[in-house]
């Protein structure tokens, strides 16, 4: 608590100089979001996510690209799983520790993700791979998405964006998932997400179902000498997940009574 105090000059023959002072106090709050990047590997995608979020002075990002994993993760605000859970790697027991303290997540599929395993994770989306092991996809926008708004900026630059190595599949979200981007395969818009996101009891997860997205750093800055439109996309799916809303179902406003001793 910072208490501050302000008074106005008196101006000449006043006569009541009482209210010329006021004073109030002030809340301090630790509004740092505190981001898990957990990785099998060092890779390019989580560099670039990794940077984008450096640039903000509201995000705490611990990256650990080798087990052992941080066992404690009540203090995080959103886990992002780069190509976890992969043949060798289980994140079962990560998940049940955030579904426990319901911490947003948000998984990047890449080759290295084992499939069978994250869907067996039930977290909002199935991926039952077909013949072949990937494909390029190009994103394209999808226009009804309401959960937050990128510029237009963004949308006149996001179809020449370099493709994602997407896995050959089919695409199967649950009722309350919505994509923000489709995958456009060959010059052939399809109905398969690129970007989705959801909640699952109340818990917000979030899927990339491609890896290359550093490539989206670095054209932005061939084209537009700055980061600035591929920063906005990650600082608003970042933001919008590991938001947390106040789920009290009582809430009491009242105005505070601060004790003040001379």
């Known amino acids: 608590l910072k208490h501050y105090s302000v008074q106005i000059e008196s101006v000449q023959n006043e006569r009541n100089t009482k209210n010329n002072t006021s004073g109030f106090v002030i809340n301090v709050l630790e509004n740092k979001q505190k981001i898990l990047i957990l990785s099998d590997g060092s890779h390019p995608d989580i560099g670039a996510i990794k940077n984008t979020l450096d640039l903000q002075k509201t995000y705490e990002v611990s990256v650990f690209t080798e087990e052992p994993f941080p066992s404690n993760l009540s203090d995080f605000n959103l886990i992002v799983l780069n190509q976890l859970p992969t043949s060798g790697k289980s994140v079962a027991e990560i998940i049940k520790k955030a579904e426990l303290n319901r911490i947003p997540t948000l998984f990047i599929v890449g080759n290295k993700t084992f499939l069978p395993q994250l869907n067996a994770l ?112 990650i600082n608003q799916i970042v933001q919008y997940l590991a938001l947390r809303e106040n789920e009290d179902n009582f809430i009491l406003n009242f105005k505070p009574v601060y004790a003040e001793i001379d």
């Open 122 to 233: 039930s977290q909002g989306a199935t991926i039952k791979q077909l013949a072949g092991s990937g494909e390029e996809a190009q994103a394209t926008i999808n226009s009804t998405f309401a959960t937050f708004k990128l510029s237009d900026d963004f949308k006149e630059l996001l179809p020449k964006f370099p493709p994602l190595q997407v896995p050959f599949a089919d695409y199967e979200l649950e009722p309350d998932f919505t994509p923000l981007f489709y995958q456009k395969i060959l010059n052939i818009e399809t109905a398969r997400p690129l970007f989705a996101s959801g909640r699952i009891n109340g818990r917000k997860i979030g899927y990339l179902f491609g890896e290359g997205i550093w490539r989206w750093r670095l054209y932005d800055y061939y084209t537009n000498q700055s980061q600035t439109r591929f920063n906005e996309l």
